[in-house]
């Protein structure tokens, strides 16, 4: 605990702060004569200058929430907390995620806004995360990275105007299923290599839609889950998916990467996968 004189100090701080921030707008022109646009870039003008001066304070108070999102390394407890909210250790970011992209969902189809609210909440915590990895590790040619609110799995990378479906999943598998094969068929190329832990990925390219086009993928298995990551083509420009296997199999090794996928492994995000007979 602090001494009074720590808070007084605190306090004296405080005020400080936002005289500093009071001393900045004042300075700027008035905006009060102002209509339309220019009423509105005045504002922001405003709004930059106070988000300047107080973005010291932010910053200092932001290292001490920072630990809450991180991993304890050797942790053999799993990386929830009491309220079950999954915490992975994310990239570095100037700021936040970006906007989920929304997607109604088809006639019969739910969505995650169909969740109760603490799921939700749980569920757009781990794709916030995975927003942060992933634009950390694909290659800049996937552009800008945002979670779609229909599905856990479901996110998107952005372009020069074209958009690339990304899927991340990591789900439970069904006890006595085998782990799946890449197949060199119908031209499909196929590459492997050996995780942390043993753990073989395989990864492919593989046409879609036409002989022109290729979606990228890479598989393993991680724990009692399968994980798979797949960024599939731009149909309308007929552009093939902007990432290699090999880059793929180079993300699966990075340890945010794994990070992020054993939590999801512990404290799954999605249902177990159950193979239907003769579906």
Request: include cysteine; glycine fraction near 10%; aromatic fraction near 4%.
């Amino acid at each position: 605990m602090g001494t009074n004189e720590d808070r007084t100090d605190d306090r004296a701080a405080a005020v400080l702060v936002r005289d500093a921030m009071d001393r900045a707008t004042a300075e700027l022109p008035a905006t009060a004569d102002l209509v339309g646009p220019a009423r509105a870039q005045g504002l922001r003008r405003r709004a930059r200058v106070r988000a300047a001066i107080g973005g010291a304070v932010l910053a200092v108070a932001g290292l001490g929430l920072a630990g809450a999102f991180v991993l304890p390394g050797g942790d053999d407890e799993g990386p929830t907390g009491s309220t079950g909210v999954i915490d992975v250790a994310a990239p570095p970011a100037s700021s936040g995620p970006p906007p989920p992209v929304h997607l109604e969902p088809s006639p019969g189809e739910s969505s995650m806004a169909d969740l109760p609210p603490a799921e939700r909440a749980r569920l757009e915590n781990f794709q916030n995360q995975a927003v942060g990895v992933l634009q950390q590790l694909l290659p800049p040619s996937v552009g800008t990275v945002q979670r779609i609110d229909l599905g856990v799995q479901h996110y998107q990378g952005t372009k020069d105007g074209k958009t690339f479906h990304i899927v991340f999943s990591v789900r439970p598998f069904e006890p006595g299923t085998a782990p799946q094969a890449c197949r060199e068929i119908k031209g499909t190329v196929c590459s492997k290599t050996t995780l942390p832990g043993g753990i073989e990925a395989n990864a492919w390219t593989s046409p879609v839609n036409s002989d022109t086009v290729t979606e990228s993928r890479v598989w393993f298995r991680y724990g009692a889950s399968n994980v798979s990551l797949a960024v599939s083509p731009h149909d309308a420009s007929n552009t093939s998916a902007p990432v290699t296997a090999q880059q793929l199999l180079d993300l699966a090794k990075s340890s945010a990467f794994l990070d992020l996928v054993k939590a999801a492994d512990r404290n799954p995000v999605a249902e177990m996968q159950r193979t239907i007979v003769g579906g």
